[in-house]
């Protein structure tokens, strides 16, 4: 079965794109411009799928910037905080309804090009910070997707029981050149080190026993 992956270029995302490319699994990348603060993830997408021999498709909804109100992921304007990921900061970092909207758009094209599955790196640790990435809610959309097409279409969360450091493992195991993902929620020369993200990120490596090739600033 080929699935269509929604990919960011981040971490998470890169190590499925190189589990789905081993198993010769994937159709198609689809990467979402949504208005997001900075673009560098996609730039790192687009030379991953383009490393792999992936097709990559990225998808113009930078219009839906208006739609999302106060994330500090989306809205210049707003700073993105630094510290571990906390219900006081983590507010900040939603992008209201950002889960449905790409995995409806990815399921779309999955039904567009004859696919059998939509691929996305939820993870274990993300479940607890965003509603969207809880188990309860990809079980609900997956049931919608299957109804929304005469082919049943498959969610796929292989990564939902992982844990980060789990996935930088298996990342270390299919050859991933972490230096060329992205996490850092503010987009500057090199990742912050100081925001939630690029914490998570450290920690990850730590807890791998992987060696974390990239660049903090601090
Ligand atoms: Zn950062």
């Not at 929604?6 to 994937?26: C, F, H, Q, R």
């Not at 560098?40 to 021999?53: I, M, P, S, T, V």
């Not at 060329?180 to 993200?197: A, F, P």
Request: charged content about 20%; hydrophobic content about 40%.
């Amino acid at each position: 079965m080929r699935s269509v992956i929604i990919y960011s270029g981040g971490l998470d995302s890169t190590v499925l794109l190189y589990k789905l490319a081993s198993e010769n699994a994937l159709a198609e990348a689809v990467s979402i411009n949504y208005g997001q603060r900075h673009a560098k993830e996609l730039e790192f997408a687009f030379q991953n799928c383009k490393k792999l021999g992936v097709k990559f498709n990225l998808i113009d909804l930078s219009s839906l910037n208006s739609v999302f109100g106060n994330s500090a992921l989306t809205n210049q304007s707003i700073e993105v905080p630094d510290g571990e990921y906390a219900r006081g900061n983590i507010a900040l970092t939603v992008v209201p309804n950002r889960n449905m909207i790409m995995l409806s758009i990815a399921a779309a094209r999955a039904m567009a090009l004859g696919c059998g599955g939509v691929a996305y790196a939820a993870h274990s640790g993300d479940h607890a910070l965003y509603p969207d990435c809880t188990p309860e809610f990809a079980g609900a959309l997956a049931k919608a997707i299957a109804l929304a097409d005469e082919r049943k279409i498959e969610l796929l969360r292989p990564f939902i029981n992982m844990g980060k450091a789990d996935i930088v493992k298996l990342g270390a195991e299919l050859g991933v050149d972490f230096s060329g993902t992205w996490s850092c929620y503010k987009g500057g020369k090199l990742h912050c080190g100081k925001c939630s993200t690029c914490r998570e990120r450290r920690q990850a490596f730590i807890e791998a026993g992987v060696p974390d090739p990239t660049e903090y600033a601090s």
